[in-house]
């Protein structure tokens, strides 16, 4: 019985772990804004932030047609 018990917990570890990679290397939004170029139709907005993990200053824009928000980082 303890046999199972560590082979189980053992494996949901290591699901966890596996998820945790793949999920770092999909997510690639905090990437997606970083080049200069604004997309057509987005509206720079007086929010600026800093952001934590960086600490660099994030400029927001905003599309009024979609209601989409498009952050730029300085």
């Not at 189980?8 to 998820?19: P, T």
């Not at 170029?37 to 932030?49: A, D, I, W, Y």
């Amino acid at each position: 019985m303890i046999t199972f018990l560590i082979v189980y917990f053992s494996l949901q570890l290591l699901f966890f772990i596996v998820f945790l990679i793949i999920s770092a290397f999909r997510d690639r939004r905090h990437q997606a804004n970083e080049h200069e170029h604004v997309p057509e139709g987005f509206e720079k907005t007086s929010e600026v932030s800093i952001d934590p993990s960086t600490g660099k200053k994030v400029t927001v824009y905003y599309n009024p047609r979609t209601g989409q928000r498009w952050y730029r980082v300085k």
